[in-house]
């Protein structure tokens, strides 16, 4: 049964939404708004004779490929994924692209039109939730580093994996001591 191009495009029509259709690439490409975004592109593509849907914001968060933070971004889009329904974010490592997809087969049933709008609507609320945040992260500035404040830290993060409890001892010891007055933590 699947679902063709030609079906989509009339419930983008009865909800009288402007859309490009690209037959070649069994595509529709769409723009929508967002209470936090301005226009992204959303595109709906079938594969597999119509029995394979896709619908998906295309390069979402430009710069990210070599961004000090791109794994910390990745990984907060990871627990974002965890804990939503449908959506799933995409990277591609050689391009630097980040997506957020939605896609399920068909098979030899269909897509109704209710079915396809709880995708897009779903699409549309996350992407729009979720991304200006992290564009704004992926243009800012990463603090400057502390080689010495670094290095300490990375010195605590080993004592903690190989020695579990050994920092608590050693800052119960340090406030013990501190407050007999025998050393003063007060850096400022």
């Known amino acids: 049964m699947a679902i063709a191009l030609s079906q989509i495009a009339q419930y983008l029509q009865r909800h009288q939404l402007n859309y490009r259709l690209n037959a070649t690439h069994h595509q529709i490409i769409t723009g929508v708004n967002g209470d936090h975004l301005e226009r992204f592109i ?34 907060t889009l990871l627990c974002i994924s965890w804990q939503t329904k449908m959506l799933q974010w995409e990277y591609d490592p050689n391009e630097g692209e980040v997506r957020a997809m939605i896609e399920f087969p068909i098979e030899d049933s269909t897509l109704t ?31 400057p580093q502390d080689t010495d404040l670094a290095m300490g830290e990375r010195l605590l993060l080993t004592i903690q994996e190989e020695a579990p409890g050994l920092l608590d001892l050693i800052a119960q010891a340090l406030e013990a001591r501190r407050q007999r007055g025998q050393i003063n933590l007060d850096l400022d």
């Open 42 to 75: 959303v595109v709906i593509e079938l594969d597999e004779g119509g029995e394979f849907f896709k619908l998906y914001a295309p390069n979402l968060l430009p710069g990210i490929k070599t961004h000090p933070f791109r794994d910390a971004i990745l990984q």
């Open 113 to 143: 039109e209710r079915q396809f709008f709880r995708c897009l609507g779903a699409l549309v609320e996350i992407v729009d939730n979720t991304v200006p945040r992290l564009r704004q992260l992926v243009q800012e500035e990463p603090p």
